[in-house]
């Protein structure tokens, strides 16, 4: 297999589930080609080079019907390994496609790990976060719902521990556990892989929360899910912070605390270091954690349309349906590019 690239890839970063740029949760969008000779190792190589939470690669498919949207295949790279499903560098891919022209349809395919995902423009008018839209658009994503079930009360102290000794509410695990195909080195991941839920009484205790990461790591799951519903007269339904060491989050964000924590020498005490720590270990805004958080405060709440707030210091927003019938999440969301250019090697 060639490890080199012959000819220049394009790529794009984009800031997912934000209107404005420098928020949300960021992503490296490359576009592939049949001209483009690569391999797993060298796909892996770039986002380990790019160190953001997610670079994705998109490789147009020819369809059979012209009729037919759009048709790419997209893959999800962290810098330490491939995982099978991210909505937030989906968003990305779909708001490069349409923000540059590259497709002539409102509505793209994605054929992923995780099955087909739908992509669609929304309208302009479409009111959303208190304002109307009119000079950029909404995306709306398709995604499979992830059912929520009781998790083991045995080790809510470890999550309690985790989390600084946050009071917990309820614990909640999810029914399917593929998120991760592959490592770097090939070998399989045998642990849990998990989203795990753990709601806390309020707001305030979710936005103020300072974690343990170490602990974090060595609690059950990949994902775990932080939340609380919104108080009374929000605009918003609920919130969450979502941290996820075992997927290389930690890793992206580790040489950056590094090397800032670093450029200012002795300034910083122990406390102010652990509060940066937390802001850089974890996911600014994760959309396939909502495809297991709709589920969940759908039955707390006996409603299917939400409107959530990712409590990151990055922050992010996005609008929620549950699809009962067709078991079925769609995300909405805006999408701001940042940066664009090409990859050489």
Avoid at 32 to 43: A, M, R, V, Y
Avoid at 274 to 288: K, M
Wanted: hydrophobic letters at 40%; one cysteine or more; a neutral charge.
């Amino acid at each position: 297999m060639a490890m080199l690239v012959k000819k220049p890839v394009k790529y794009f970063m984009v800031n997912a589930f934000s209107e404005s740029a420098f928020k949300g949760n960021p992503a490296v969008v490359c576009f592939l080609d049949g001209k483009n000779e690569t391999d797993d190792s060298w796909l892996q190589s770039l986002a380990s080079e790019f160190n953001i939470p997610l670079t994705c690669f998109v490789i147009p498919i020819t369809a059979s019907n012209p009729l037919d949207p759009p048709h790419f295949l997209l893959r999800w790279f962290t810098p330490i390994l491939e995982v099978d499903l991210c909505a937030h560098a989906t968003l990305a891919s779909a708001h490069t496609l349409f923000s540059n022209g590259l497709v002539g349809s409102d509505e793209v395919e994605f054929v992923t790990h995780s099955g087909i995902l739908t992509a669609k423009r929304v309208s302009k008018t479409l009111k959303f976060y208190d304002y109307e839209e009119k000079e950029s658009f909404l995306i709306e994503l398709d995604f499979p719902v992830i059912p929520t079930c009781e998790y083991n009360s045995s080790d809510i102290s470890m999550f309690s521990k985790a989390l600084n000794g946050a009071t917990i509410v309820d614990v909640q695990g999810t029914k399917n556990a593929k998120i991760i195909s592959q490592a770097f080195n090939g070998a399989a991941k045998a642990t849990s892989t998990d989203k795990i839920i753990v709601v806390l009484p309020s707001w305030e205790s979710v936005t103020e929360l300072q974690p343990r990461m170490d602990d974090i790591s060595k609690c059950p799951g990949k994902l775990i899910i932080v939340t609380a519903a919104a108080p009374k007269g929000s605009v918003y339904d609920f919130c969450s912070r979502v941290f996820a060491p075992k997927l290389g989050v930690d890793e992206v964000k580790n040489s950056s605390l590094h090397a800032f924590s670093f450029s200012l020498g002795k300034s910083m005490n122990q406390k102010s270091l652990l509060v940066l720590g937390t802001l850089f270990l974890q996911d600014s805004v994760c959309g396939s954690a909502h495809c297991a958080l709709a589920h969940y405060w759908s039955l707390k709440m006996n409603k299917c349309d939400f409107v959530a707030y990712a409590a990151s210091h990055r922050s992010g927003r996005l609008k929620v349906h549950y699809d009962q019938e067709k078991q079925r999440v769609l995300l909405t969301g805006k999408a701001v590019t940042v940066m664009r250019g090409s990859i050489l090697v």
